[in-house]
């Protein structure tokens, strides 16, 4: 059997983002809490029982808070909740794994993370044997309450992956993009996932933090433990495990080809992103964590196109303080200089919920078609006010212009740009000093009915952004992070072009400045497209800003505009895709 797990075997998912990685893997499976053991005195003891405690009163209080919500919830869903956060109260009582906690800690003498841990493997190893389905399932219940207590024990923000050998790739079912934002670069080499695919927002981490990773890589689990030498080739979607030493020596070769044509593409850092008929292309980046910021500045970006704020409530319990989001703000904001950052403010929900704002909200509530975005922000007016007067303070640092998320209607941009005006002027009478005039405020077009109300928005809007991933999403009906129909979401539907087409006429013509920041804007296989649609801002994640700077420059933007009619002629996206790679083939 186990020589059997040592051959070699593949697993194909997506590549979602560049970079070929080898090394260990590190195995995690979903909920879990990564914690490292730690031999205690026998002095230690009363004060490690102790901090047990403590976490365990946490737990009930934190189960007792969740009961009062279920209770708002009617119908059988809530009924069946709180009697589960009964029995989850119960576990924390005088169970067996608060029992068998704490004698492993006091015969054992080790931490409490790892007591909790121990009791955790030890318990659902009885279970497992005990072959009944109804108790195979409670072991779930005991993992997610173990869970609670590792993460009350290692103090919120919980650091996944902190335990994780340097080189390691990170192999789990599911990603988060909250648990992607937690790897460090400079430990972990790429990582793997069964679930997940290109525009969602755990991939769009990944290529921010430059890790080579493959979503969607169906069998995965199953097949690599912890410690297996694997591979993961972000260019390709293909996941090798316990490859052999022809097949490593292979990819060796693979990825310093790669590094060869990264380097080379760096020379065009400083060249402006010009077409052979001189017409300039502005060219920024998306931001999604502070950490971003030397390969901003090293992609050589003209600017940050899209700030996405979501990482100042990331990975917390509570809500960042006003103080807090300006000099995390500010550490960005004044690395670019005069060159312009476009602060987007929230976009919580679907995704990427945040734990601080759901009290009193139903988990479902922020699905994708739920309270996301603007539409959270405006039914949370403190936390939307205590944004817009953080960004304001801390535009004083550069040049900054605000944007807003998931706008479908108008009414949206007044009520936020009302509480804009309110934020200034509480400022103000602080004595705050602030911009003058204000940012200006745009908004994303990224739910169809924006687009096709462009017009109008045009006319309340200081600019537009095209966030073309939500735009495929909602117009497709395709769940961005699903990978059984990642194969479907396709930017060259001519629905979606229909879109694009009507939303950059609709600026054009009332003269507000337009730019894309969805993933389209960083694919150098639509960029003649788009500018032959009249877009002249791109903005993606800054390592894709050397390829589209070399597409531009190898492009008459003449010739672009005419491919780009041809193509809006066009019913089928068979045809759009070969026409589009024709014209990038004659380039
Ligand atoms: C988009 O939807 O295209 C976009 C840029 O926003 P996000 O990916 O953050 O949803
Ligand atoms: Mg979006």
Known sequence: M?????????????????????????????????????????????????????????????IRRLQTRAKAKSGANGEELIY???????????????????????????????????????????????????????????????????????????????AVPEGSIIVADQLTPADTAQLDPELVAGAAAMGGSAEGHTAIMARALGLPTVLGAAGLIGAVRTGDTIIVDGNTGRVVVNPTPKTIAAFERRRAKHLKQTRRLERLRSLPAITRDDTEVVLQANVELPIEMSMVTHAGAAGIGLLRSEFLFMNREDIPTEDEQVEQLKSVISVMGKRPVTVRTLDVGAEKPVA?????????????????????????????????????????????????????????????????????????????????????????????GAALAANALAQHSDFF???????????????????????????????????????????????????????????????????????????????????????????????????????????????????LDDFNALA
């Open 84 to 162: 589960l956060l009964d029995a989850y109260l119960h576990m924390l009582q005088d169970s067996r794994l608060v029992r068998g906690a704490e004698n492993r800690i006091a015969n054992d003498q080790i931490n409490a993370e790892a007591a909790v841990k121990a009791e955790i493997a030890a318990i659902a190893e009885v279970f497992q044997a005990m072959d009944d389905s109804y108790i195979a399932a409670r072991i779930d219940d005991i993992r997610e309450v173990g869970n609670r207590l590792l993460r009350n024990l290692t103090k919120t923000p919980v650091k996944p992956f902190s």
């Open 465 to 579: 952004s095209i966030g073309s991933n939500d735009l495929i999403m909602y117009t497709l009906a395709i769940d961005r992070g699903n990978e059984h129909v990642a194969h479907l979401f396709n930017p060259l539907h001519p629905g979606l072009l229909r879109l694009l087409q009507f939303t950059a006429d609709a600026a054009l013509r009332a003269r507000i400045p337009i730019a894309i920041c969805g993933e389209m804007a960083g694919d150098p296989r639509y960029t003649a497209l788009l500018l032959g649609l009249g877009i002249r801002e791109l903005s993606m994640t800054p390592s894709n800003i050397p390829l589209v700077k070399q597409r531009i420059r190898e492009m008459d933007l003449a010739g672009a505009n005419h491919r780009a009619e041809v193509i809006m002629d066009q019913v089928d996206s068979g045809r759009i895709a070969m026409l």
């Open 356 to 448: 601080a704002l759901m009290n009193g909200i139903e988990d479902g509530a922020v699905s994708n078609l739920g309270l996301r975005g603007i539409r959270l922000s405006l039914a949370m007016p403190d936390v939307l006010e205590t944004q817009f007067r953080a960004i304001l303070r801390a535009a004083n640092s550069g040049t900054v212009r605000i944007l807003l998320p998931m706008i479908s209607a108008v009414t949206e941009v007044r009520q936020a740009r009302d509480l804009l005006k309110k934020a200034a002027g509480q400022l103000t009478r602080r004595g705050i000093r602030i911009p003058d005039p204000l940012p200006p405020l745009g908004v994303m077009i990224e739910v169809p």
């Open 2 to 62: 186990a020589k059997e797990l040592q051959k070699e075997q593949n697993f194909d998912g997506l590549g979602v983002a560049v970079g070929i990685a080898i090394g260990p893997a590190y195995v995690r499976q979903s909920g879990a809490v990564d914690v490292s053991e730690r031999k205690i005195l026998k002095k230690e003891i009363a004060a490690e029982k102790k901090r047990l405690n403590v976490a365990i009163r946490l737990g009930r209080r934190q």
